[in-house]
């Protein structure tokens, strides 16, 4: 390979350098990211090699929070079990509680508070209803616990509502068919409000330990 031109290398706009057996410097061609080495192999003969990139200087970066949105009201989540039995309704059935089942679902009721069940079939606003699948009652001193269900134990309840749940959306799709629907349901339910719970008194009741006399 010929000897490279010294005109070549004054237009050059990389800095040259030779292996530390021959170094020359050109202090007139300004910096690059890049740099060329030229290393002397045999007589007249030069190799050209390109050096390793330079890493870039550390930027700092300073992030910016966005402005705090308004904060959006949150979905009503159910109470615990726990603190529906301590904000039981207040009177002389304070203390009691029962679990009844509806349909295919148990509920925990307390007089004075409402649930919401799957829609009762023919149930009008105002009617009084009676639901005798009473699985267990517990008062502060006694548990009526059902075998299945508690004999003649009855809770009563009054109609409030015949509603429908929120909107739940059904997407279906199918790829590379060109097929996608969507779809939204509201499941109709019933709110009921408890208004006494009644019959348990002659059913075997356990007694309940208190867990600080233990």
Known sequence: MPPLPAAAMATATLPLRLLPSKTLTLSSIPSARRSLSVAAVAHRRWQVRAAAEEAPEAVEVE???????????????????EAQLAAA???????????????????????????????????NVNDQIILNKVLLVSTRDKAYIG????????????????????????????????????????????RLRITGISGYEEYPADPILDPAAA
């Open 63 to 81: 992030f910016v929070e966005p402005e705090a949105e308004a904060e959006e009201e949150e979905p009503a989540v159910p109470e615990p079990v």
């Open 89 to 123: 309704g207040a009177g002389k059935d304070a203390d009691i509680f029962a679990v009844v089942m509806i349909g295919s679902r148990q509920y925990i009721v307390m007089p004075g508070r409402y649930i919401y069940t799957q829609r009762l079939k023919g149930a």
């Open 147 to 190: 075998m299945p269900v508690v004999t003649n134990a009855a809770v009563h309840a009054v109609v409030e509502e015949q509603g429908r749940d929120d909107k739940v959306i059904v997407f279906k799709y199918k790829k590379k068919k060109k097929y996608q629907r969507k779809l939204g349901h509201r499941q109709p339910n019933t």
